[in-house]
């Protein structure tokens, strides 16, 4: 058959069979082999599985609506509920006034005139958040005789209209007593909305323009002030600076002898203040700012802050302050670190405020709002002797005297020493955790206008990041140091390259 058949149809024939024989041999030969599986695989007639696979229908794996939010843990060490610091205010009727302050720091109505000025100048104190730590505050400044009728409180919450009507509860960091501060005598003015900080000054020198006050005084919250009640005051406190005088009568009334109370010659630290004014005024220098422990208290002329364009909004908070002086600095504008009195930068807070009234069945202690984590604070040796013992409300309260002297100043002696260990709190961790009080309040939820307490103090945080890149972008340099460390000029502004990576 072979033979009769056609000679190319025979070759063609041998030619498949041989082909057919080498493809079976060569899958025999390979079929376990991993290549020869994923090459197999390609060749969809010999990959069965995947043939009919690919006839099925493909399974929708998509959820089916949004799903439910994935929330944060709660926090791991939450800060105990606070308590108003002045029981006797927080628990009477409004018709109990406060108590008297020490004769000897009562101020005289017309301190004023004897320092050159028409008007008093005004004190403004920035509140924003933590009503116990502003209380304090405002307390320590009239007992050490500022006049509370010239302190004027600046209500920066952003809740309009809901603490003046007391729709909010004293767990919500935007608490504040507008009742308890009219007994005390100071002023309220309430921002329209929620300024930043750069925002805030701006609106202290805005009030300054519509009141007409040239020169006007500043506070931060975080303090607990006193005047010189017991004469020189040696003690080096965390936030002070190395003071600056004008010539050896000079050092000694401010810094190195201040008569103390009943002395001839005493001054409060409102009157230093007054002083300083005429002082400053008369020396006829080009001056922005007279620093009282950094800026902590500070004074103010209008006329420079006019000249170099105000603060500038669009840094926030932290480097608004080195954008505002080195501005006044390049346009020639003075700023000096004096002494008027003592000032403690605190984060704690007086167990009861009435100690600041001398109040002898008062015994003077104070509590931290916002405790670090308990293996954190064990690792922590502080300076002070204080006997720690656990508040009402799980509070750490720090107190070491049992018996309070009627002497005045001998009080006033305890006292100080309070301030000087609060200050030394604050810091006893370097100066990573001297800022927790402003997160101290977690309190408000379903109140008017509630924020989140942690996701505000995380916005905070961002603000304060952009604000510096903001400030390194408009010099061009990081750094607070741009009127020493670099030739620019305040017309420089958004105008140059960088000068780092």
């Not at 902590?296 to 932290?318: C, F, K, Q």
């Not at 010099?475 to 607070?480: I, K």
Request: glycine share 6%; hydrophobic share 35%; proline share 9%.
């Amino acid at each position: 058959m072979i033979a009769t058949m056609n000679p190319r149809v025979a070759r063609l024939s041998i030619l498949v069979f041989c082909f057919l024989g080498l493809t079976f041999g060569f899958l025999h030969a390979y079929r376990d082999s991993p290549t020869a599986n994923r090459l197999l695989k390609t060749i969809p007639i010999l990959n069965d599985d995947n043939n009919h696979a690919s006839n099925q229908p493909v399974a929708d794996n998509k959820p089916l609506g949004p799903q439910p939010p994935k929330y944060k843990p709660p926090p791991k060490n939450p800060p105990p509920p606070i308590t108003d610091p002045f029981p006797l205010l927080a628990t009477t009727s409004k018709d109990v006034l406060p108590p008297p302050i020490p004769a000897y720091n009562v101020p005289h109505p017309d301190l004023h005139l004897h320092y050159g000025l028409s008007r008093p100048p005004p004190l403004f104190i920035g509140f924003t958040r933590q009503w116990p730590m502003l209380l304090q505050a405002v307390v320590s400044y009239i007992t050490a005789g500022w006049p509370a009728s010239g302190i004027y409180v600046v209500e920066n919450t952003g809740v309009h209209n809901s603490n003046r009507a007391g729709l909010l509860s004293l767990q919500n960091p935007f608490f504040l007593n507008h009742t308890t501060l009219k007994r005390l005598g100071v002023n309220v003015i309430q921002t329209p909305v929620l300024l930043n900080f750069a925002q805030m000054q701006n609106f202290f020198l805005d009030v300054a323009y519509q009141e007409n006050h040239q020169y006007y005084f500043y506070s931060h919250q975080d303090v607990l002030v006193f005047s010189f009640e017991d004469g020189p005051d040696q003690e080096r406190r965390p936030g002070d600076r190395e003071w600056e005088t004008y010539d050896e009568e000079d050092k000694k009334a401010t810094v190195m002898n201040p008569f103390g109370a009943g002395e001839e010659g005493y001054r409060t630290i409102y009157e230093n203040c007054l002083r300083e004014i005429n002082t400053t005024v008369a020396r006829k220098e080009r001056w922005g700012f007279r620093w009282f422990q950094y800026d902590h208290l500070t004074l103010v002329n209008r006329a420079a802050l006019e000249a170099v364009g105000g603060w500038d909004s669009m840094i926030p908070y932290y480097a608004t302050d080195c954008d505002m002086n080195g501005k006044l600095e390049m346009d020639g504008w003075t700023m000096k670190h004096r002494r008027a009195g003592i000032i403690n930068d605190d984060s704690s807070v007086m167990t009861d405020l009435e100690a600041l009234y001398r109040n002898p069945a008062v015994v003077p202690g104070f509590v931290d709002p916002n405790p670090l984590p308990p293996d954190q604070e064990a690792s922590i040796k502080e300076k002070g002797k204080w006997k720690v013992k656990e508040g009402s409300n799980g509070e750490k309260v720090y107190s070491n005297t049992t018996a309070m002297p009627t002497d005045q100043k001998e009080y006033f002696r305890i006292l100080n020493q309070v301030g000087i260990d609060m200050g030394a709190h604050k810091y006893r961790d370097g100066d990573h955790q001297r800022n927790r009080w402003q997160t101290s309040q977690q309190g408000g939820l379903g109140e008017p206008y509630y924020y989140d307490p942690e996701g505000f103090a995380r916005a905070f945080q961002l603000l304060t990041e952009a604000g510096r890149k903001i400030y390194s972008e408009k010099w061009g340099h990081q750094g607070c140091d741009i009127a020493k460390k670099t030739q620019l000029k305040l017309q420089d502004q958004w105008r140059v390259e960088k000068d780092f990576e």
